[in-house]
């Protein structure tokens, strides 16, 4: 049918056309493609394509569903005559990849198509970003953009700003921003975003701060910014000034900042976020709903982060909040729990990704649960069409390792469709310290230093190796290798959260002003826990010095230190919160068991790999971490 309009008529022929025609309205009416095609044909049995408005309308109707009807609609352009510079810009924005490029092309060769507008270069240079076409055309578009006068149009020098910061291209960016002739706060915000972006979030601040106004996308983005590089605090700083500056926070916003409050461990503050939600009727989509199950379960409250979801699934179908809920049980260590959830997620077809599969292997591993994780890694591509990436199988070898299965996680790296990175072999080598195996840990720790020479954490293990055999020469000559090559271990480092104020420890931290207190607690402490039957796990302290002062090193771990705090500032029966940038060490996570029961307080800890609820002299994860 739509091969027989090549032959019409040229549209000069046609009677005068009334754009109240009953047959536009039918499509109107059109809720199926079934539909959409029987009003088409409707359409042209009456002659209106010969025509370029009811083309035009049935472009603008296929391109409105998400996805739009890309392969229809282009069939209806080509045999559109004279389609208007609506259907060109229409079909360029719906389009957003190469094919796009090529319309814009053919637009400037054809000498009876209408000329481009700012619109077309505004939707031709959004796709020049680096999911779509390249820099190269980003460029040519621009050339073209300059020889028809549209340089100085704000909105098309909004969008080249755009695209040179998603390219990274901050200093181009930075030339537009500042040779435009007109600025509004788009330009303002997109140039803040450039910086943002690319993790410079102290000239999108800089430039923030010379803002004539801002809006909420200024707000967001900066905080945005802040959370991307990890500067937690300076985010949540920044909230409680936007908060006093009048601005309404939006669904985008909430999200950021319970990223921070998950990552700070704030769960007053994550919570007085949720009651907002509530209070401002602010809508619940799938990403804030995911936030708000991550700050709880991050916050060590994962039955609260389960009750919410519960509450709030019954009718979502996207797999967001379900991955959120999933990581949260996986580093809560209740990996029967992640099991039945994800057998719940098949069961109603919510369709899982990369990232419920990541969850679900850790979740694997933190119980141990070897044959489900075996299983469920060769579903990914046999049962859901996923190709497992090097994430999967680096929680696959954690959990062989774990597990004790070092031959078979060795076996499976040597098997993996890609190369093997530093993270990869470091799963393996931590597996060995844990186990003891010091000739597969020499050999694994030679290996990660002759790829990357300077890798600290492997040093760091290999050294912890040597010194839980009490092989002190070799621990010793490993921290010497690290020296000479500048290496600098990352240094332990706690946070706690008290009455809305965050107050960090060092290993060792004599800079809070109530040190002196600190210290004389702890010793205080040394002495209960000794008369409660504790010991200390001197085995992976790296120095070969005596005993007492081995115990001496251990005691003033960073976690001690954030633990001894809480406990002076915080009323019989509060839990204390802690969160540790490393993995908790043996005798730390050894005394911590014995502190929860002899000063009757459930101590939470949030390390680099899990979470841990110490209670009456007992740990959730059972001594397996």
Same mark, same amino acid.
């Given at each position: 049918m739509l091969q027989r309009l090549s032959t019409a008529p040229s549209p000069t022929k046609t009677l005068r056309f009334s754009s109240h025609h009953p047959l536009l309205s039918l499509l109107n009416s059109c809720k199926t493609l079934d539909q959409i095609k029987q009003a088409h044909a409707k359409m042209i049995a009456a002659g209106l394509f010969l025509h370029p408005f009811p083309p035009s309308k049935l472009l603008e109707l296929l391109l409105s569903p998400s996805p739009p009807l890309l392969p229809y609609a282009d069939l209806v352009f080509r045999h559109s005559p004279s389609p208007p510079l609506f259907s060109y810009n229409t079909l360029i924005k719906?389009?957003?990849?190469?094919?796009?490029?090529? %319309?814009?092309r053919s637009l400037l060769r054809d000498p009876s198509a209408p000329l481009p507008n700012q619109y077309t270069f505004a939707f031709v240079l959004a796709a020049c970003g680096p999911e779509g076409f390249g820099l190269v055309e980003g460029e040519q578009v621009r050339g073209? %953009? &300059?020889?028809?006068?549209?340089?100085?149009?704000?909105?098309?020098?909004?969008?080249?700003?755009?695209?040179?910061?998603?390219?990274? %291209?901050?200093?181009d960016a930075r030339k537009v921003f500042d040779e435009s002739s007109e600025r509004d706060l788009v330009s303002w915000n997109s140039l803040i975003g450039g910086y943002a972006g690319a993790g410079d979030v102290d000239r999108a601040k800089e430039l923030f701060d010379e803002m004539p106004e801002r809006d909420v996308v200024s707000w967001s983005t900066v905080i945005a910014g802040y959370v991307q590089v990890g500067c937690f605090v300076e985010a949540m700083e920044l909230f409680r000034e936007m908060q006093l500056a009048g601005a309404t926070p939006n669904e985008f916003t909430l999200t950021t900042v319970l990223a921070a409050c998950a990552n700070l461990v704030a769960l007053d503050q994550g919570r007085w976020i949720h009651i907002y939600i509530n209070k401002a009727r602010i809508k619940m989509n799938?990403?804030?709903?995911?936030?708000l199950i991550d700050m709880y379960a991050k916050c060590g409250e994962v039955e609260s982060a389960w009750k919410l979801f519960n509450d709030q699934t019954n009718t979502k179908r996207t797999v967001r909040p379900w991955n959120a809920m999933l990581s949260g049980f996986a580093i809560h260590g209740r990996s029967d729990e992640a099991v039945k959830l994800f057998e719940r997620m098949k069961k109603i077809n919510v369709l899982p990704d990369k990232v419920t599969f990541v969850s679900l292997l850790n979740a694997c591993s933190h119980g141990r649960?070897? !044959?489900?994780?075996?299983?469920?890694?060769?579903?990914?591509?046999?049962? !859901?069409?996923?190709?497992?990436? &090097?994430?999967?199988?680096?929680?696959?070898?954690d959990l062989l390792g774990r597990a004790g299965l070092l031959k078979e996680a060795e076996e499976m790296i040597s098997t993996m469709p890609m190369a093997p990175d530093t993270v990869i072999w470091g799963a393996l080598l931590g597996a060995c310290c844990i !186990?003891?195996?010091?000739?597969?840990?020499?050999?694994i720790g030679k290996l990660i230093s002759e790829v990357e020479p300077k890798h600290v954490g492997c040093h760091v293990l290999l050294a912890n190796i040597y010194s839980g055999s009490r092989r002190w020469n070799d621990a010793r000559d490993v921290r010497k290798h690290l020296e000479i090559a500048n290496g600098r271990k990352t240094p332990g480092c706690s946070s706690i959260e008290?009455?809305?104020?965050?107050?960090?420890?060092?290993?060792?931290?004599?800079?809070?002003?109530?040190?002196?207190? &600190?210290?004389?607690?702890?010793?205080?402490?040394?002495?209960? %826990?000794?008369?409660?039957?504790?010991?200390?796990?001197?085995?992976?302290?790296?120095?070969?010095?005596?005993?007492?002062?081995?115990?001496?090193?251990?005691?003033? !771990?960073?976690?001690?230190l954030a633990i001894a705090f809480g406990l002076m500032n915080t009323s019989s029966g509060t839990p204390i919160r802690i969160v540790k940038n490393l993995r908790v060490c043996r005798d730390c996570h050894h005394a911590t068991k014995f502190i929860s029961k002899v000063y009757d307080r459930e101590i939470i800890v949030r390390d680099r790999i899990r979470f841990h609820h110490f209670k009456d002299g007992y740990c959730s994860c059972k001594d397996y971490w």
């Open positions: 719906a389009h957003s990849s190469p094919a796009s490029l090529l %319309l814009f073209q %953009l &300059i020889r028809r006068g549209f340089e100085a149009n704000v909105f098309v020098s909004n969008v080249v700003i755009r695209m040179y910061g998603s390219w990274g %291209l901050l200093d799938d990403r804030l709903l995911a936030g649960l070897v !044959h489900q994780g075996r299983l469920y890694l060769s579903s990914m591509k046999s049962v !859901h069409g996923i190709d497992p990436e &090097i994430e999967h199988y680096g929680c696959m070898v !186990h003891g195996d010091i000739e597969m840990g020499k050999r008290l009455n809305g104020m965050f107050y960090q420890f060092l290993v060792g931290d004599r800079s809070h002003p109530q040190t002196k207190q &600190i210290y004389s607690f702890l010793d205080e402490m040394a002495i209960k %826990l000794k008369i409660a039957g504790y010991t200390p796990e001197v085995g992976e302290v790296l120095l070969d010095i005596d005993e007492e002062d081995r115990e001496t090193a251990l005691s003033r !771990h960073s976690e001690k």
